[in-house]
């Protein structure tokens, strides 16, 4: 038996809301220090089997918490996140430590400056206990593409935590930190927080500054939260959402905090359920949990309306032309002179093989696998057929759900067709795409979708959680975030 | 659109790609490439005569900043990440000359 096992992850878990512990360490009835302490110890004694940290900050977060519980003692406030303790994938960039990306090209890089979200975070009080593992630059969907080691999943490490913020799933699901931070191109936060049963949000595009993310497909990437709750996630995302001068593709569109909120339950809500994620190719026990999630829904009041949204399967086409094709020319900039992994030359070598030999060397087989597959749909002769298609593909999608959203106000489906799989079990890389079917059609759209824990399956004896997923209209996070906290509630009794 | 790929669609796709790649990788990368294309191929069943191409989920317009003059980030920091450095220049290899690939 290769599992923590469920009741001691569950054991660590505070009863309290992360509101609550904060507003504990502002008031001085807790110590910002004592909590890390403790985190650290967890991650001391376990992370070693999990390995969802690249790196932890051991030193740098005492130091953080003591100034912390210094400013509480000085009468100061130190901001709304005070004290909550908060790892970062590592493809977000920080002074503090390495930035790797789970990259051999970056596995001695060292940013010189702080993402916004960072700056954000710092500024309300939240502390950083370390760099989280990933896919290889965010590409893949179980982290066992990181040239680090994989990571493993909490409740059976035999299994993947889902990916490609794996390490940030699986630190929050093992009680490593009160939250993290990941990104989403397509279900990057959603699948793997539904394989390690944490909540995981992505938020309209646009929300939240993608300053110091670094890019991959960047009309689809969007930074979010991984926590114990909903209204955990909440409070994270309230302190990062917002329009930055850095990153020109922010939303004007303001935000109210949604933290207080999400308790609040909507009386008229209109749950949409695609026939389409009704699928026979969900795992029994995936499908099992949607249905009983719907049961739940209706004894809440809300009502639930079959809709349709035939270009679900194209989805994967879509997400695979158009997100190789942004990545193949973001990583164009890995090219071994300015800063990542260059190869040593041999006699003769020019500057072509300077790029060529420093990129074969520094990137692993999938993200190689995905330049060359972008550089194709991109090329000459073949950027019609490919990249173009995608991006009318993309507007029908789009307009398909702008359609179901005068039908519905969410749309709920599983988050993931399969529950935590095997380690190697979806070997062919076709195989691990087509896992990407509920949650690439979000970014191509733009619109925001969560995934929270709607109940579990029974994998030989090992308890697996089941992830559910909604999706709102773009910039409906309120509505979202409350909607998901009340399935929230309903699938846990 | 879905035909196989050959070795020398392969060995072209990496040199645009700036990737080097040895002879014993090629058959694999075929073989994988062409599997994803063919499942990608489903696109081109879908019917978009007349649909407008949408590169980006927001209606974006130039957004212009403030032309204020700020300070950048220092060369000492930058060259920190360096892989080769001569002076305050990045070194890289010989471009002109004898045996130079420019």
Same mark, same amino acid.
């Given at each position: 038996m290769n599992a923590i096992n469920a009741s001691s992850v569950a054991s660590i878990r505070s009863p309290k809301s992360l509101a609550e512990i904060c507003a504990d360490v502002r008031a001085g009835r807790s110590s910002a220090r004592v909590r890390v302490d403790a985190f650290l110890a967890e991650i001391a004694a376990r992370d070693g089997e999990i390995h969802a940290f690249n790196e932890v900050h051991a030193d740098a977060a005492r130091a953080a918490a003591d100034a912390i519980d210094a400013t509480v003692k000085a009468g100061r406030d130190p901001g709304t996140l005070a004290g909550a303790v908060i790892a970062i994938k590592d493809n977000i960039v920080m002074r503090e430590g390495h930035t790797t990306c789970s990259s051999k090209m970056l596995a001695n890089y060292r940013s010189p400056f702080d993402a916004t979200v960072i700056e954000r975070l710092r500024a309300a009080g939240a502390i950083f206990i370390g760099k989280t593992n990933l896919d290889?630059?965010?590409?893949?969907?179980?982290?066992?593409?990181s040239a680090f080691g994989a990571t493993r999943n909490p409740w059976d490490t035999s299994r993947v935590p889902g990916g490609s913020s794996g390490g940030s799933a699986a630190a929050v699901a093992a009680g490593f930190c009160d939250a993290s931070l990941g990104s989403d191109t397509g279900g990057s936060i959603r699948q793997p927080a539904a394989l390690c049963g944490c909540v995981g949000f992505k938020p309209t595009y646009? $929300?939240?500054? !993608?300053?110091?993310l670094v890019a991959f497909g960047s009309s689809l990437d969007q930074i979010g939260p991984f926590a114990h709750s909903v209204a955990d996630a909440a409070l994270v995302y309230d302190t990062i959402v917002g329009r930055d001068?850095?990153?020109?593709?922010?939303?004007d569109s303001p935000s109210t905090p949604l933290a207080a909120k999400v308790a609040e339950p909507l009386t008229k809500l209109r749950i949409g359920v695609p $026939?389409?994620? !009704?699928?026979?190719?969900?795992?029994p026990a995936v499908a099992a949990v949607l249905e009983k999630a719907i049961v739940a829904a209706k004894a809440l009041g809300a009502e639930i309306v079959d809709i349709d949204l035939p270009l679900t399967d194209i989805g994967i086409s879509t997400y695979y032309v158009i997100a190789p094709a942004e990545a193949s020319s973001n990583l164009a900039r890995y090219d071994g002179i300015r800063y990542g992994h260059r190869a040593s030359l041999a006699p003769g070598d020019d500057l072509e093989d300077l790029y060529s030999k420093s990129r074969a060397e520094g990137f692993g087989p999938e993200v190689q696998r995905r330049i060359m597959l972008g550089t194709y749909v991109l090329s000459s002769g073949y950027y019609d057929a490919y990249y173009k298609r995608a991006l009318q593909a993309r507007r029908l999608i789009k307009e398909e759900f702008d359609r179901a959203f005068t039908q519905c106000d969410v749309v709920l489906g599983p988050t993931s067709p399969v529950v935590a799989f095997p380690?190697?079990?979806?070997?062919d890389p076709l195989s691990m795409y087509l896992c990407d079917v509920y949650t690439v059609n979000t970014n191509i759209a733009g619109i925001p979708g969560i995934s929270f824990n709607g109940g579990y399956a029974d994998e030989l004896g090992t308890k697996l959680p089941v992830g559910l997923q909604l999706q709102a209209p773009a910039f409906a996070e309120e509505t979202l975030l409350r909607a998901a906290a009340m399935l929230e509630r309903a699938c846990a009794d | 659109m879905s035909e196989a790929l050959s070795d020398a669609d392969i060995r072209h796709v990496a040199k645009l790609s700036r990737l080097r790649v040895e002879d014993s990788q090629v058959s694999a990368m075929r073989t994988q490439l062409t599997s994803i294309l063919g499942h990608i191929?489903?696109?081109?069943?879908?019917?978009?005569?007349?649909v407008e191409p949408m590169a980006h989920p927001m209606r974006i317009v130039n957004r212009l900043g403030e032309d204020e003059p700020k300070p950048c980030m220092p060369v000492e920091e930058f060259l920190k990440n360096a892989p080769a450095v001569v002076d305050r220049f990045l070194a890289v290899p010989k471009v002109l000359g004898e045996g130079g690939g420019a």
């Open positions: 290889e630059f965010a590409m893949g969907s179980s982290t066992e593409n646009g $929300r939240v500054s !993608r300053y110091g001068a850095l990153d020109s593709t922010t939303a $026939r389409e994620y !009704r699928s026979d190719a969900n795992a380690f190697g079990g979806k070997k | 191929s489903k696109l081109q069943a879908l019917p978009t005569e007349g």
